[in-house]
């Protein structure tokens, strides 16, 4: 069973900077891509940013390029995403995801997090 834990979130102003980080169970960790998604209240779970399993390749969504980082130690099996400038409008759930490819896409994989909130104050 695949497990993924999310932490980090919480309430930060208006261009101040949060860390998510995400710790995966399993030893094949780098065989897998990962990404993180969000999801505001009544809105559709969004794409934000996903890494390949080597961290060699990225992707952002437009809305957060230049200002998020996407990260992994695959020693330790995390994740992380580094958050920064943040807006009002990056207030939501974020959620780690496994995909079962090693290859990144914007798409997610079957495996989810919990979630963590992540609150902007203007």
């Known amino acids: 069973q695949v497990q993924l834990v999310e932490s980090g979130g919480g309430l930060v102003q208006t261009g101040g900077s949060l860390r998510l980080s995400c710790a995966a169970s399993?030893?094949?960790?780098?065989?897998?891509?990962m990404g993180w998604f969000r999801q505001a209240p009544g809105k559709e779970r969004e794409f934000v940013a996903a890494i390949s399993g080597s961290g060699s390749s990225t992707k952002y969504a437009d809305s957060v390029k230049g200002r998020f980082t996407i990260s992994r130690d695959n020693a330790k099996s995390t994740v992380s995403l580094q958050m920064n400038s943040l807006k009002p409008e990056d207030t939501a759930v974020y959620y780690c995801?496994?995909?079962?490819?090693?290859?990144?896409?914007?798409?997610?994989?079957?495996?989810w997090g919990q979630g963590t909130q992540v609150t902007v104050s203007s």
């Open positions: 995801n496994r995909r079962t490819t090693i290859i990144v896409y914007t798409t997610p994989g079957p495996y």
């Open positions: 399993g030893r094949t960790f780098s065989s897998f891509a």
